[in-house]
């Protein structure tokens, strides 16, 4: 699959040389500050091998700031803290295939679940990541309380820490620095990268390994609108930066793309304010209606189809309904307090207020409300049970459909070498995270709750592996040739 047809005006360039002109030299340049680049630059340092962090804006923020900075990960330490024993790799990893309806690619799958625990852990021993795992309910798709965050509970709170432990370790992160040129010679092996700066001015970068961790292509419209036109009107959540960038480069390489039609939606995402709604609500027993009062799919399926859902609906919208005790849920989450607090909360002390706040049939809206007491005993027609009825006064927000990031990219080698089209590597080219395509299968439905950040953190941190591997390899390299040129051979 191809993204032809892609924004002609976005110039992402490959330039074949045998040796490039460049200011600096790195061992590993990474492109993107993201939680992928960061991560990797993390995992670098503590084992040695510089690095160089490219980043396009004057401060880093990218796709991981806007999520909730939820990782999934089986086995860890803060997992057993919290007395949580019976979780493992496989068992993770099953759910990511029952979730993607086993169309996940099987060695990445494997590679991730494995390695997202190690990587957790690292952070957390070598650089002070505080993670707690929330273990109040369990999000779509998930077998077990495997979710972690830090105790802000956000996306900028996980980039800030990244930030810190970076600039802490020392690690340079050139920002500001937009790439548009791959250098690499005949043997198709990277030997450097060209950036643009504010001014205009054309800076290059040499390398012995390059990393693309610049995300998918959630931001550029025009693939948007060819790959995924269910979500050509969508409103777009995630990060400007996510302009397709590596699916340009991997094309002019010839290198292999897979699963561009995977992406990550959200069926919560508050309007008018434009705020991200926790799924929780929904799985503790909330619902979604349209603008008839109805209730429309399972919302405990995903958040991710769920935009699908909502975006079919009458005019894109749907209300969140739910009551006191959900939230108190809501309220344990920053971003709904934030949404909550520019006024995307309403209060309606009963059936028919709701109706009004909602524009619906009271009538309707009552017979919705009257048929979640029958799944006390059955399923809904959706196939949806509930516990308990939702009891006045009850709470409303009003929600659309939105795209978050895509899961296709560049094909990857479980230890995130970019493959060409016969499956054979690239000597020292890598990708991982959004530019990488991911476990999520080809469908808004393969998509996992937490596979954009597991592919960052997990990607990144077997990135870096592989790059100091290879970086290694090359410095002895130089160091032989320099040798025997000293010696007259």
Same mark, same amino acid.
């Given at each position: 699959?191809?993204?032809?047809?892609?924004?002609?005006?976005?110039?992402?360039?490959?330039?074949?040389?045998?040796?490039?002109?460049?200011?600096?030299?790195?061992?590993?340049?990474?492109?993107?500050?993201?939680?992928?680049?960061?991560?990797?630059?993390?995992?670098?340092?503590?084992?040695?091998?510089?690095?160089?962090?490219?980043?396009?804006?004057?401060?880093?923020?990218?796709?991981?700031?806007?999520?909730?900075?939820?990782?999934?990960?089986?086995?860890?330490?803060?997992?057993?803290?919290?007395?949580?024993?019976?979780?493992?790799? !496989?068992?993770?990893?099953?759910?990511?295939?029952?979730?993607?309806?086993?169309?996940?690619?099987?060695?990445?799958?494997?590679?991730?679940?494995?390695?997202?625990?190690?990587?957790?852990?690292?952070?957390?021993?070598?650089?002070?990541?505080?993670?707690?795992?929330?273990?109040?309910?369990?999000?779509?798709?998930?077998?077990?309380?495997?979710?972690?965050?830090?105790?802000?509970?956000?996306?900028?709170?996980?980039?800030?820490?990244?930030?810190?432990?970076?600039?802490?370790?020392?690690?340079?992160?050139?920002?500001?620095?937009?790439?548009?040129?791959?250098?690499?010679?005949?043997? !198709?092996?990277?030997?450097?990268?060209?950036?643009?700066?504010?001014?205009?001015?054309?800076?290059?970068?040499?390398?012995?390994? $390059?990393?693309?961790?610049?995300?998918?292509?959630?931001?550029?419209?025009?693939?948007?609108?060819?790959?995924?036109?269910?979500?050509? !009107?969508?409103? /777009?959540?995630?990060?400007?930066?996510?302009?397709?960038?590596?699916?340009?480069?991997?094309?002019?390489?010839?290198?292999?793309?897979?699963?561009?039609?995977?992406?990550?939606?959200?069926?919560?995402?508050?309007?008018?304010?434009?705020?991200?709604?926790?799924?929780?609500?929904?799985?503790?027993?909330?619902?979604?209606?349209?603008?008839?009062?109805?209730?429309?799919?399972?919302?405990?399926?995903?958040?991710?189809?769920?935009?699908?859902?909502? $975006?079919?609906?009458?005019?894109?919208?749907?209300?969140?309904?739910?009551?006191?005790?959900?939230?108190? $849920?809501?309220?344990?989450?920053?971003?709904?307090?934030?949404?909550?607090?520019?006024?995307?909360?309403?209060?309606?002390?009963?059936?028919?207020?709701?109706?009004?706040?909602?524009?619906?049939?009271?009538?309707?809206?009552?017979?919705?409300?009257?048929?979640?007491?029958?799944?006390?005993?059955?399923?809904?027609?959706?196939?949806?049970? /509930?516990?308990?009825?939702?009891?006045?006064?009850?709470?409303?927000?009003?929600?659309?459909?939105?795209? /978050?990031?895509?899961?296709?990219?560049?094909?990857?080698?479980?230890?995130?070498?970019?493959?060409?089209?016969?499956?054979?590597? $690239?000597?020292?080219?890598?990708?991982?995270?959004?530019?990488?395509?991911?476990?999520?299968?080809?469908?808004?439905?393969?998509?996992?709750?937490?596979?954009?950040?597991?592919?960052?953190?997990?990607?990144?941190?077997?990135?870096?592996?592989?790059?100091?591997?290879?970086?290694?390899?090359?410095?002895?390299?130089?160091?032989?040739?320099?040798?025997?040129?000293?010696?007259?051979?």
């Amino acid at each position: 699959m191809t993204a032809t047809g892609s924004t002609s005006a976005l110039k992402r360039e490959i330039r074949r040389a045998s040796r490039i002109d460049a200011e600096v030299r790195t061992s590993v340049a990474i492109v993107g500050a993201g939680a992928c680049g960061l991560t990797a630059a993390l995992m670098l340092h503590d084992v040695g091998i510089d690095c160089v962090v490219l980043e396009r804006d004057a401060v880093p923020s990218g796709s991981t700031a806007l999520s909730s900075g939820f990782i999934p990960a089986p086995d860890t330490r803060a997992q057993r803290a919290q007395g949580i024993v019976d979780d493992s790799a !496989d068992r993770f990893a099953a759910d990511i295939q029952a979730k993607a309806h086993g169309d996940a690619a099987p060695a990445l799958v494997q590679a991730y679940a494995q390695a997202i625990g190690p990587a957790l852990d690292a952070l957390q021993q070598r650089h002070g990541f505080d993670w707690i795992v929330l273990d109040g309910f369990l999000y779509p798709g998930h077998s077990r309380h495997r979710m972690h965050a830090l105790p802000q509970k956000t996306g900028a709170a996980l980039m800030a820490r990244l930030q810190a432990a970076v600039e802490a370790a020392g690690i340079p992160v050139l920002t500001q620095a937009l790439v548009d040129t791959l250098w690499l010679d005949t043997e !198709d092996r990277v030997i450097g990268v060209g950036y643009q700066r504010p001014d205009g001015r054309e800076e290059r970068l040499a390398c012995d390994v $390059l990393l693309l961790a610049c995300n998918g292509f959630g931001g550029n419209a025009e693939m948007v609108s060819t790959l995924l036109p269910e979500m050509a !009107d969508a409103t /777009f959540g995630g990060h400007a930066g996510n302009d397709g960038s590596a699916i340009l480069w991997g094309e002019a390489l010839g290198t292999r793309l897979r699963d561009l039609g995977g992406y990550q939606g959200h069926g919560s995402w508050v309007t008018p304010q434009g705020a991200l709604m926790t799924w929780a609500v929904m799985m503790e027993g909330g619902i979604q209606v349209n603008r008839e009062g109805r209730r429309f799919h399972d919302e405990t399926r995903g958040y991710s189809e769920a935009a699908v859902q909502v $975006l079919a609906q009458p005019d894109g919208i749907a209300w969140n309904v739910f009551d006191t005790p959900l939230l108190a $849920l809501a309220r344990g989450f920053p971003d709904f307090c934030e949404a909550e607090s520019v006024g995307a909360l309403r209060r309606c002390e009963s059936v028919a207020q709701l109706a009004a706040c909602i524009g619906c049939d009271e009538i309707v809206l009552q017979a919705t409300l009257d048929v979640m007491g029958m799944g006390y005993a059955s399923a809904q027609p959706d196939g949806r049970s /509930f516990s308990r009825v939702l009891a006045a006064p009850y709470f409303a927000v009003k929600v659309t459909g939105a795209l /978050f990031h895509t899961q296709g990219g560049l094909d990857v080698a479980p230890d995130m070498r970019v493959l060409r089209q016969d499956g054979s590597v $690239l000597p020292n080219l890598l990708a991982a995270g959004g530019a990488a395509g991911g476990v999520s299968g080809n469908a808004v439905w393969g998509y996992l709750s937490g596979n954009g950040l597991l592919s960052a953190v997990a990607g990144g941190y077997l990135a870096a592996a592989t790059a100091a591997t290879a970086a290694t390899a090359a410095t002895a390299a130089k160091l032989i040739g320099n040798l025997k040129e000293s010696n007259g051979e």
